[in-house]
């Protein structure tokens, strides 16, 4: 049996057409009469209906408590996580404060990185991409570092093996360090770098902060990528990084860039666009959630995403943030730093209408919520 | 090269770490350096560090040399002899002080018998890894460590015989147990610390039952005829004590019966248990605000007086009287004389406070409850050679703690109590459960400690044996008469008009913001609105300026001070704290406007 036209025509404006298009689907596939599927779209509609939220239904407030409550909860399971093996990841509520408040560097970056189709599958050219990728430092390719306290120095024994993998010469090494630390003389034999501050005299705890500072310097790689690990997920070989950096990662060849994603929700944003970084606040805080074995409602999750982004920039659920755009003086004044909402309000004479909850709360009227939103208006007559 | 900190500075760096470290723990136990210094190498960081500062942790530990332990049982006999001390022992090199860090390199064997040739250290007993109210547990190492830790800290708020010179003394929220008891399954800690000069609890015969449901969730259920015989009674303390205070101008303070025309007399009825010197007598019964000692202070403001007062000296009352909602009897009054030199006067109040419904008690594993139910002796349970349980304790309280020495100590107290000894359950070294089955056995009882029991009420035998037996139980010091409170109305604060905070002063009970969301979230708003209107006030506005107007009750009148003219003047209703809110907003410099126009 074909699908009513006729029918479905009528609920067009009552029933999004997602829906109308699965009722269309299955009442050919299941083969309804006219009759029966005139009784299904009026159930349909009917479910539909009584799921949307009624007017006056404190969203906001059930959003917040639906957070607020797991979060109680997610304190005391945070400290399960400590020291998990491979890469360092923030987890747990540290986690979800970051991503609400919109932090702009988060504690622990990362990277999925996926290929392209033809490297996808192959073990080995996702090695050499990661190793590519990977950033490495001076400390990687020594042997030893040392102080020499006679001559006031730094000695760095390097590892050829290292160099030979990495295809770096000593003297190569040489010129980084050099250019690195401008205020040394930096000398190289057989594989041994000497540094030697160029001002003389300086005590053993100098000495020792250009041995830590000489073990950090960059020698190749995508800069901020601390660690890269390749692993197989689901068929085929992806790059999870630490340290995280979209722009030059989407440079190389191999690195397919449709699906390759951070978990920097401002980096997603400078580089992707609104919509991304809207998609990434909802996808980390679930899956934040998810790691809690913790249940709450996506669309709770995705309202707040919705309102972190709604501006057209990410705004964190802070004073500076989505607060700073509420209508009412009082409600802002209510979160955080009182006296500066207060007086920058009465600087340009602003009104407070009293329209929404926390200010009625505060001067003990109705809240316009639930109950208190319907009003009764009865025209009197005149006398 | 391994690099070497001292108290977190780079010193230099050395070749052999091992080396290294060696000579320098050698050179402390020949006492060539301070005993205070300890040496740790990190393997995580690489790093040597050594410390002398102050603030770490350390504990003692015998040294092993060669797979062998340097504590000799020559050393131990002089020791008991007296003919050696600790510092000899630490200056001769047998045991030493080993901080966090350098613990980490070390390998501790807890018994002689366990030394192998890798073993650094051995304790001096194996109680040594507990400290003193945690080894007061017995039999905890058939226990969880977390139960453990809750134990030991519920032990600390046991009420007991807290001094021995309780009764002269005037310490505040002091509690003594009436008949406390030493427990029959003990620690050597209990000897070690001579418990039982000092017990805090009771032996006393529990039934792991439940009883219709007035025991669920931690709660207990006692037998009405083991409280009446005794059973956790105890005297709580309460001093109040009055100064006589000297002030400028050489007044003082009084300490006397006060005169009726005493500014803030109360009633005669209120001082009617002073003695003649204002104080009140040992044994009094006094009831809630009933006066103790009579006192009256100068006026407060003496200039003012001078000039105003019609009568010559209007001293105010300033007695002391007893709390809001205690009562008691008096215990005993101090007179004597403060560092200043001024007469003080102090009485102490006691009250016997007998177990009742919503009492926190606890035993020595963090199993703690609250008195549910406080049942007729006829009504208990009984074993069917008559014993009725003192206490009826939830057995759904033991499969998710896992406290299994709470089950051991309850066999372990039955056998002691039967044959009359004292069970040794100290941790590690105790006397096994075997053997305790088996004794029960021996004394007529089935070794799993379970009996058959009887419903009180009905008489009905019960389907499934009963866990029966003796443990020690302590009274924990939060008591539900120091907790009671309710309120209507009453006193409200000066300055936002909104009901004072407090149990003492007969405060209000906060709804509080996340309640107020509850509220919220449910859509309620005339609710809200009605809970939050505890400080609403009615205020005239003027609708020309948006300020507050004012109401002239004398001539019936209503104006706008700004505006003079006769304008349009409104009456709105709102809480007192947003007017306090716009005050203070006026203050400083923010004039904030009201405007007012209808809903409709």
Redesign the interface.
């Known amino acids: 049996m074909v699908a009513d036209k006729e029918l479905i025509k009528g609920y067009s404006h009552k029933i999004p057409a997602k829906l109308l298009n699965e009722f269309e689907a299955s009442s050919e596939e299941f083969n309804l009469t006219k009759p029966q599927q005139k009784e299904v779209i009026e159930r349909l509609y009917k479910r539909y209906i009584d799921a949307l939220i009624n007017c ?3 969203i906001g ?2 959003i ?2 639906s957070f607020g409550e797991p979060g109680t909860q997610m304190t005391l399971n945070t400290f399960h996580l400590a020291g998990v093996a491979e890469v360092n990841v923030t987890l747990g509520l540290p986690r979800l404060i970051e991503i609400l408040d919109a932090r702009k560097n988060p504690s622990t970056p990362m990277m999925h990185i996926y290929l392209k189709e033809e490297f996808r599958k192959d073990a080995s050219a996702a090695r050499k991409v990661a190793a590519r990728i990977k950033e490495t430092k001076l400390e990687e390719v020594a042997l ?1 570092f ?2 020499n ?1 006679l001559e006031s120095m730094v000695e760095i024994t390097l590892n050829p093996r290292k160099l030979d993998e990495l295809g770096l010469k000593a003297s190569d090494i040489k010129l980084i360090v050099a250019n690195a630390l401008k205020t040394t003389n930096v000398k190289e034999s057989e594989g041994l770098i000497t540094i030697q501050p160029k001002k003389t005299g300086g005590n ?2 100098d000495i ?1 902060t250009l041995k830590e500072k000489a073990k950090e310097i960059f020698l190749r790689g995508v800069k901020g990528i601390a660690q890269v690990l390749p692993v197989k997920e689901n068929d085929e070989f992806v790059i999870k990084t630490s340290g995280s950096n979209l722009k030059d990662v989407f440079k190389i060849p191999e690195v397919d860039f449709t699906r390759t994603r951070s978990n920097n929700v401002f980096e997603t944003f400078n580089l992707l666009g609104v919509e991304a970084a809207r998609q990434l606040i909802a996808d980390e805080t679930a899956s934040v959630i998810q790691n809690q074995g913790l249940d709450i409602d996506v669309r709770h999750i995705m309202f707040i995403a919705d309102l972190m982004t709604v501006k057209g920039d990410v705004k964190g659920i802070t004073r500076s943030g989505i607060t700073s755009e509420k209508e009412s003086v009082l409600a802002r004044a209510t979160f955080e730093t009182p ?1 500066k909402h ?2 920058n309000a ?1 600087l340009i004479g602003e ?1 407070d209408h009293l329209n929404s ?1 926390v200010e009625n ?13 319907p ?1 009764l ?1 009865i025209k009197m007559k005149k006398e | 090269m391994i690099d070497v900190f001292y108290n977190e500075r780079y010193i230099g760096a050395v070749e052999d770490k091992d080396l290294f470290v060696n000579s320098i723990k050698a050179d402390r136990r020949k006492n060539k350096l301070p005993s205070c210094l300890n040496i740790s190498y990190n393997e995580e960081t690489d790093l040597i560090e050594i410390n002398t500062s102050t603030g770490r942790a350390r504990r003692p530990l015998i040294i092993i040399e060669n797979g062998k332990s340097k504590l000799t049982n020559e050393m131990v006999e002089k020791v008991a002899r007296g003919d050696m001390n600790w510092d000899l022992l630490i200056t001769e090199g047998t045991i030493e002080y080993l901080d966090a860090s350098e613990e980490e390199n070390s390998l501790v064997a807890l018994y002689e018998e366990d030394i192998t040739p890798e073993h650094t250290h051995l304790e001096i007993s194996s109680l040594a890894i507990l400290g003193i109210t945690t080894s007061l547990v017995p039999y905890s190492h058939c226990g969880q460590s977390a139960r453990l830790n809750r134990g030991s800290k519920t032990q600390k708020q046991a009420l007991g015989i807290y001094a021995a010179n309780y009764m002269v003394r005037m310490d505040t929220d002091a509690s003594i147990l009436c008949y406390a008891q030493t427990p029959i399954v003990r620690s050597v800690m209990h000897d070690i610390t001579e418990f039982d000069k000092h017990p805090s609890g009771q032996n006393i015969t529990i039934a792991l039952l439940s009883y219709r449901g007035h025991n669920m969730s931690d709660g207990i259920i006692f037998n009405k005829g083991s409280i009446e015989r005794g059973l956790g009674r105890s005297v709580y303390f309460r001093p109040y004590s009055a100064e006589e205070r000297r002030y400028s101008g050489g007044l003082t303070d009084d300490v006397c019966m006060p005169d009726k025309d005493v500014k803030g007399y109360k009633s005669e009825e209120d001082y009617k248990l002073l003695e003649e010197d204002g104080i009140i007598y040992p044994g009094a019964p006094v009831l809630s605000e009933e006066v103790i000692i009579g006192k009256t202070s100068p006026p407060r403001f003496l200039d003012d007086l001078e000039e105003f007062s019609i009568t010559a000296n209007v001293r105010r009352e300033s007695s002391v009287a007893v709390k809001h909602g205690e009562r008691g009897t008096v215990d005993c009054v101090f007179i004597t004389e403060n560092e200043e030199g001024n007469k003080l006067v102090e009485v102490r109040v006691k009250d016997i406070r007998i177990p009742e419904v919503g009492d926190k008690f606890s035993s020595r594993y963090g199993q703690k409850g609250v008195v549910g139910a406080i049942v007729p002796e006829v009504d208990m349970p009984f074993t069917a050679s008559g014993i009725k349980p003192d206490l009826i304790f939830s057995p759904h309280s033991i499969p998710k703690r896992m406290t299994v020495s709470h089950l051991i100590e309850v066999l372990a107290g039955k056998v002691g109590a039967l044959s009359g000894r004292q069970i040794d359950g100290t941790v590690f070294d105790s006397e096994p459960e075997a053997k305790l089955r088996e004794e029960l056995q021996e004394l007529g009882f089935r070794s799993n400690g379970t009996e058959r029991m009887y419903n009180g009420q009905t008489g009905e035998e019960y389907n499934v044996e009963i866990f029966v037996g003796n443990m020690y139980y302590m009274r924990l010091k939060h008591m539900a008469a120091n907790k009671l409170h309710a309120r209507a109305s009453g006193r409200i604060e000066l300055l936002t008009r909104q009901p004072i905070e407090g149990r003492s002063q007969g405060g209000g009970l906060r709804l509080g913001e996340m309640e107020k969301d509850c509220l919220v979230a449910h859509g309620a708003s005339l609710l809200l609105k009605e809970r939050f209107d505890s400080d609403k006030t009615e205020l005239y506005i003027c609708e020309t300026c948006g300020g507050l107007a004012v109401h002239d009750s004398y001539r019936n009148k209503k104006f706008c001070p700004a505006c003079k003219a006769n304008t349009d003047i409104s009456v709105i209703e709102i809480s007192y704290a947003f007017k306090l809110l716009l005050d203070e907003l006026r203050a400083f410099g923010l004039n904030p406007k009201l405007k007012l126009e209808s809903k409709y």
Request: charged share 10%; no cysteine; aromatic share 2%.
């Open positions: 006056g239904e404190a407030i059930v917040a408590e030893e040392a102080i306290l053993l705890i020792y006296i207060l007086i009465s009104t909850i709360v505060m001067l003990n009227q109705p809240i316009p919520l639930g109950t208190g939103l009003d208006v």
